[in-house]
Nanobody, 122 residues
Framework: QLQASGGGLVQAGDSLTLSCVAS????????MGWFRQAPGKEREFVVA????????YGADSEKGRIFISRDNAKNTVFLSMNRLKPEDTAVYYC?????????????????WGQGTLVTGSS
């Protein structure tokens, strides 16, 4: 089970960190990803981290603004976003991939959290 939290109303330019806590064992073996779904749009890949720490980004341009990290001791993965924009408004979902690679493909994820809403305002 995955439990995402940390969403809320943010101003443009703010920073925000989302958390996702996983229950169960073997968290360190899983690849973990963050996806988001903006109003009226398809869910899209944001960033992922594999069991080895390798990161995959949905867009290279976001590497300086979005950062994913994990704390295996706490079964938690984090998504940090800087310089937030109104277009970052979305429901953010965390997901777990037992293959461990941290894929960008939604179909390769086995478990999904319930989502946490981030609302950006200008």
């Amino acid at each position: 089970q995955l439990q995402a939290s940390g969403g809320g109303l943010v101003q443009a330019g703010d920073s925000l960190t989302l958390s996702c806590v996983a229950s169960g064992r073997a968290f360190s073996d899983f690849g973990m990803g963050w996806f988001r779904q903006a109003p009226g749009k398809e869910r899209e890949f944001v960033v992922a981290i594999g069991w080895s720490g390798t990161r995959t980004y949905g867009a290279d341009s976001e590497k300086g603004r979005i950062f994913i990290s994990r704390d295996n001791a706490k079964n938690t993965v984090f998504l940090s976003m800087n310089r937030l924009k109104p277009e970052d408004t979305a429901v953010y979902y965390c997901a777990a991939d037992w293959r461990g690679s941290g894929s960008s493909l939604q179909d390769e994820y086995d478990y999904w959290g319930q989502g946490t809403l981030v609302t950006g305002s200008s």
